[in-house]
T-cell receptor
Framework: GESVGLHLPTLSVQEGDNSIINCAYS??????FIWYKQESGKGPQFIID?????DKRQGQRVTVLLNKTVKHLSLQIAATQPGDSAVYFC?????????????FGQGTILTVHP | GAGVSQTPSNKVTEKGKYVELRCDPI?????LYWYRQSLGQGPEFLIY????????DSGLPNDRFFAVRPEGSVSTLKIQRTERGDSAVYLC??????????????FGPGTRLTVL
């Protein structure tokens, strides 16, 4: 849902459920998108990426969907486990750069209950 | 192999003081990035190095912030005359030799800076 100030969107699920985390990105010209997972006290960890010429990409237990028409990105986690509990960020690469100048979204807190 | 390391893990300083934050990238990575993450927010780009040179420093908030990478490996982020608003987690990331737009960035654990 919407967030105000320091309150990140949250998603609470039961272990074994599927999770869907959403992200709206800002730049229609962005051509590369990444999902990162960040656990408390750690740096962001790469999960999966997708280029703008694709609308779906699958990894191990994760799927990223890209809808360029509405500038929306989602991360689906299958059979969510307690170890998946973290803050999840989407990031986009600024169009026109030849390096990884990433713009991160606000993040979503995922809590998985055993 | 070793990942990106950052020291110190925590730094508490007083307003007006000077601080240095260090980043050791993954061996062989020539692209190095600094980001700043405020509480409850995503990381924000500060500066990008390709080798020894700062190729893009457009994210540095003002001239109190400066970063160097003299030998193309270790980088130091320097903040002069610290202000309370500088309090944040400072993250460093490195990526493979080409530093291309789609090269995976590997992040360090960050340095938590608190300015009293």
């Amino acid at each position: 849902g919407e967030s105000v100030g320091l309150h990140l969107p949250t998603l609470s699920v039961q272990e074994g459920d599927n999770s869907i985390i959403n992200c709206a990105y800002s730049n229609s010209a962005s051509d590369y998108f990444i999902w990162y997972k960040q656990e408390s006290g750690k740096g962001p960890q790469f999960i999966i990426d997708i280029r703008s010429n694709m609308d779906k990409r699958q990894g191990q237990r994760v799927t990223v969907l890209l809808n360029k028409t509405v500038k929306h990105l989602s991360l689906q986690i299958a059979a969510t486990q307690p170890g998946d509990s973290a803050v999840y960020f989407c990031a986009e690469n600024t169009y026109g750069t030849s390096y990884g100048k990433l713009t991160f979204g606000q993040g979503t807190i995922l809590t998985v209950h055993p | 192999g070793a990942g990106v390391s950052q020291t110190p893990s925590n730094k508490v300083t007083e307003k007006g003081k000077y601080v240095e934050l260090r980043c050791d990238p993954i061996s062989g990575h020539t692209a190095l990035y600094w980001y700043r993450q405020s509480l409850g927010q995503g990381p924000e780009f500060l500066i990008y190095f390709q080798g020894t040179g700062a190729a893009d420093d457009s994210g540095l908030p003002n001239d109190r912030f400066f970063a160097v990478r003299p030998e193309g490996s270790v980088s130091t982020l320097k903040i002069q005359r610290t202000e309370r608003g500088d309090s944040a987690v400072y993250l460093c990331a490195s990526s493979s030799t080409s530093g291309g737009s789609t090269d995976t960035q590997y992040f360090g654990p960050g340095t938590r800076l608190t300015v009293l």
